[in-house]
């Protein structure tokens, strides 16, 4: 099937510290794999995406390796800013289709 | 570039009225739309999408409906509203090729009373 799972939130950090935020995918097909982050009352927007195995997205300090071996694509960044403070989607595209399948959503609190 | 446009920003209606948000694309042509429910602190849930004018493809049985008039343009429908419909209403455009990032409108925060 198509699905993505990520880890549950919220998580809260304190400025400066290392984040990771888990996500696995099912693994049908060569889907492309994608980050959102949505800040509060806005839409989502494109953090970063990778279209193949061992592909490294990246943007703002945040990272994420395609890793075809365990179906997963953690978002990373070395040091968090409050304004990291967010709600962050993994995502994929529907095999053989248009559609994006998103996890559950993740939600940041940074700490000053 | 390409923007999105998504009104009104927010909304308030009661149970049985009817509800039309609107949502237009500029700076690209032929594009996929999408109509996302954001359920208050859960994620996503895919309505509509759209890969041309005329043609609406439904992902969950319920009480709206799409329609795309002109190419840019997509509406989201409901003739009667229940309270279950109150939720955060994203508007979404995509490049044709299969491996196009989505981009978001800003959204429509329903609430039905």
């Known amino acids: 099937g198509n699905s993505v799972t990520q880890m549950e939130g919220p998580v809260t950090l304190s400025e400066e510290a290392f984040l990771t935020i888990n996500c696995t995918y099912t693994?049908?097909?060569?889907?492309?794999l994608f980050w959102y982050v949505q800040y509060p009352g806005e839409g989502l927007q494109l953090l970063l995406k990778?279209?193949?195995?061992?592909d490294k997205g990246s943007n703002k300090g945040f990272e994420a390796t395609y890793r075809k071996e365990t179906t997963s694509f953690h978002l990373e960044k070395g040091s968090v800013q409050v304004s990291d403070s967010a709600v962050y989607f993994c995502?994929?595209?529907?095999?053989?289709?248009?559609?994006?399948?998103f996890g559950a959503g993740t939600r940041l609190f940074v700490k000053a | 570039s390409q923007t999105i446009h998504q009104w009104p920003a927010t909304l308030v209606q009661p149970v049985g009225s009817p509800l039309s948000l609107e949502c237009t694309v500029e700076?690209?042509?032929?594009?996929?739309l999408y109509w996302y429910r954001q359920a208050a602190g859960r994620g996503l849930q895919l309505l509509f999408y759209?890969?041309?004018?005329?043609?609406i493809s439904s992902e969950v049985p319920q009480n709206l409906s799409a329609s795309r008039p002109q190419d840019r343009q997509f509406i989201l429908s409901s003739k009667k509203l229940l309270l279950s419909d109150s939720g955060f209403y994203l508007c979404?455009?995509?490049?044709?090729?299969?491996?196009?990032?989505?981009?978001f409108g800003n959204g429509t925060r329903l609430t039905v009373t």
């Open positions: 979404a455009w995509s490049e044709g090729n299969r491996d196009s990032p989505l981009h």
């Open positions: 759209s890969v041309g004018i005329g043609q």
């Open positions: 693994a049908t097909g060569y889907p492309s």
């Open positions: 995502a994929r595209i529907y095999t053989g289709g248009f559609k994006t399948i």
């Open positions: 700076g690209t042509s032929n594009p996929n």
């Open positions: 990778a279209t193949k195995a061992d």
